[in-house]
């Protein structure tokens, strides 16, 4: 999985979530806070942790905010701040900014400012989104034990048209395809000659690597 970078505003509950699950795939992560103590507590967690205003463009160009791959507005309670850090990181030149919304209000205002995601806190765990993030075909990740994981992962180019038995992750990688999720509804069990068709969706199962190794091999180098 191709090493990304990361800058998380805001090391609450969410964003330190967020941000340690980051680290344990392998990324690098800055984690942001104004609140000196907080980012004590998450000091040697990240890659780095700063003490820092974002809602201060000049703050955010100190720390060469432009320059990441992504980065995560997860500020608490503060509205007028969540939205002029997400206006600041787009007028900066982030390539991806995602942003957490306290109400489906808020979320509406971080769409129009262009903001490429809106999380909402109660709908999405910090993990889960960890995942999705650094796996652009992952649609949604259930960690069933600290081993296996179920996953949902959206068809690539290089996948479409081949038959399961084609595919074949079981043999090559030791995880399975247990669903497929097709327009015109769910195959449970589907067999080795079922065809993947660009609109599909995989239902997976397996350990976290033998996941990681499938997306490696096929996902990213067609999506």
Do not use: W
């Not at 903001?115 to 806190?121: E, F, G, Q, S």
């Amino acid at each position: 999985m191709e090493l990304q970078q990361f800058a998380v505003i805001g090391m609450g509950r969410f964003g330190s979530s967020l941000a340690k699950e980051l680290v344990k795939l392998g990324h690098q992560v800055l984690g942001i806070d104004k609140d000196e103590e907080v980012i004590g507590d998450v000091t040697g967690l990240v890659t780095h942790a700063v003490v820092a205003d974002a809602s201060d463009e000049e703050v955010l160009r100190s720390l060469g905010i432009r320059n990441f791959d992504c980065a995560i507005v997860a500020i608490g309670d503060d509205i007028q701040t969540s939205i002029l850090v997400s206006i600041q990181m787009k007028e900066l030149g982030v390539k991806k900014v995602v942003a957490k919304a306290l109400s489906e209000l808020h979320g509406r205002v971080l769409e129009r400012l262009g903001v490429d995601r809106v999380i909402y806190p109660e709908r999405d765990m910090g993990i889960r989104v960890a995942h999705q993030l650094v796996s652009p075909n992952l649609l949604d990740y259930i960690e069933l034990s600290k081993e296996y994981t179920i996953a949902e992962l959206s068809v690539p180019n290089c996948m479409q048209g081949m038959a399961l038995k084609d595919v074949n992750p079981r043999a090559k990688f030791g995880c399975s395809i247990v669903a497929l999720n097709k327009p015109k509804g769910i195959i449970i069990a589907p067999t080795a000659e079922d065809v993947l068709d660009e609109k599909d969706i995989m239902v997976m199962i397996g350990t976290n690597t033998q996941i990681e190794d499938f997306e490696e091999a096929f996902m990213l180098k067609g999506k």
